[in-house]
Nanobody, 125 residues
Framework: QLQLVESGGGLAQPGGSLRLSCAAS????????IGWFRQAPGKEREGVSC????????HYVESKRGRFTISRDNAKNMVYLQMNSLEPEDTAVYYC??????????????????WGLGTQVTVSS
């Protein structure tokens, strides 16, 4: 069973950057597409980005394109989300999640079988 642990969150100033990490264990990471999601207080969990099991395909929710970059290193069992030009609206708990397939699809949360506990990102001056 795939286990995921996020790290790298914290406090950033508007316009700043953070790099989130997702450490995987328990199964072969390449078998899973990995998505990043976020949930702000009082809001529903929303998809941010997804990367296929091989890393050949990436997808970004439109508003994140150009500011966020997803990547993975299957040899190190790691997935990353580089976030630049952060805005206060990016404040949320960020989660990585493993899909039950190597390919990305919709960001419907139930399509992702394995979830980390999340890491808090706060963007504030």
């Amino acid at each position: 069973q795939l286990q995921l642990v996020e790290s790298g969150g914290g406090l950033a100033q508007p316009g700043g950057s953070l790099r989130l990490s997702c450490a995987a264990s328990g199964d072969t990471l390449a078998n899973y597409a990995i998505g990043w999601f976020r949930q702000a207080p009082g809001k529903e969990r929303e998809g941010v980005s997804c990367i296929s099991g091989s890393g050949d395909f990436t997808h970004y929710v439109e508003s994140k394109r150009g500011r966020f970059t997803i990547s993975r290193d299957n040899a190190k069992n790691m997935v990353y989300l580089q976030m630049n030009s952060l805005e206060p609206e990016d404040t949320a708990v960020y989660y990585c999640a493993g899909r039950g397939a190597e390919t990305c699809g919709s960001y419907y949360p139930k399509a992702y079988k394995y979830w980390g506990l999340g890491t808090q990102v706060t963007v504030s001056s």
